[in-house]
T-cell receptor
Framework: GAVVSQHPSWVICKSGTSVKIECRSLDFQATTMFWYRQFPKQSLMLMATSNEGSKATYEQGVEKDKFLINHASLTLSTLTVTSAHPEDSSFYIC?????????????FGEGSRLTVL | AQSVTQPDIHITVSEGASLELRCNYSYGATPYLFWYVQSPGQGLQLLLKYFSGDTLVQGIKGFEAEFKRSQSSFNLRKPSVHWSDAAEYFCAMGGGNKLTFGTGTQLKVEL
């Protein structure tokens, strides 16, 4: 099946620094990718929809200046957590759908665990 | 408003026993429904999905789910649980490009 890869799998950073997480569709093109955030023992919350070549669409309550999303190509979306603070520590998961499929399955990356000290 | 409810936060079953994980949804029409499994520190893997047609859906790893419109439910079942099935299970509902997830059910399997 299709593969979505995230990098890094885990990252530890100091408070105030910025962290970039990459999401790649390895064997298909995705005009749209999605970024989710998962708190411990909780469900996934959609943060934003990443659109290739245009601005991301953020869900209500998500700070777009805090969580910068760039979808520069059909196979890559990046999430940058700017000026990270401990409360940003979380598990971030991306997903993507094969643009060539009419009712394609959403494929999820393996997630990126961010710990802000 | 759209919502997905998984009433059971934790479930413990013995290996070899049958399993049913509950999922209820709220949506104005027939939704697309999914079950995902997540192992610790991992992403999500799709177990099965329902779009239309036969209301009993077969998935991977021996799982199945039944869509019941009258009960707004999409419960996940497995006749005989294996220790490797211990994980977090999420029911999700999709309309368009977005998925709405339930809060998950943590499955523990006793040997």
């Amino acid at each position: 099946g299709a593969v979505v890869s995230q990098h890094p799998s885990w990252v530890i950073c100091k408070s105030g620094t910025s962290v970039k997480i990459e999401c790649r569709s390895l064997d298909f093109q995705a005009t749209t990718m999605f970024w989710y955030r998962q708190f411990p023992k909780q469900s996934l919350m959609l943060m934003a929809t990443s659109n290739e070549g245009s601005k991301a669409t953020y869900e209500q309550g998500v700070e777009k200046d805090k969580f910068l999303i760039n979808h520069a190509s059909l196979t890559l979306s990046t999430l940058t957590v700017t000026s990270a603070h401990p409360e940003d520590s979380s598990f971030y998961i991306c997903s993507a759908r094969d643009s060539s499929q009419v009712s394609g399955e959403l494929f999820f990356g393996e997630g990126s665990r961010l710990t802000v000290l | 408003a759209q919502s997905v409810t998984q009433p059971d936060i934790h479930i413990t079953v013995s290996e070899g026993a049958s399993l049913e994980l509950r999922c209820n949804y709220s949506y104005g029409a027939t939704p697309y429904l999914f079950w995902y499994v997540q192992s610790p520190g991992q992403g999500l893997q799709l177990l099965l999905k329902y779009f239309s047609g036969d209301t009993l859906v077969q998935g991977i790893k021996g799982f199945e789910a039944e869509f019941k419109r009258s009960q707004s439910s999409f419960n996940l079942r497995k006749p005989s649980v294996h220790w490797s099935d211990a994980a977090e299970y999420f029911c999700a509902m999709g309309g368009g490009n977005k998925l709405t997830f339930g809060t998950g059910t943590q499955l523990k399997v006793e040997l």
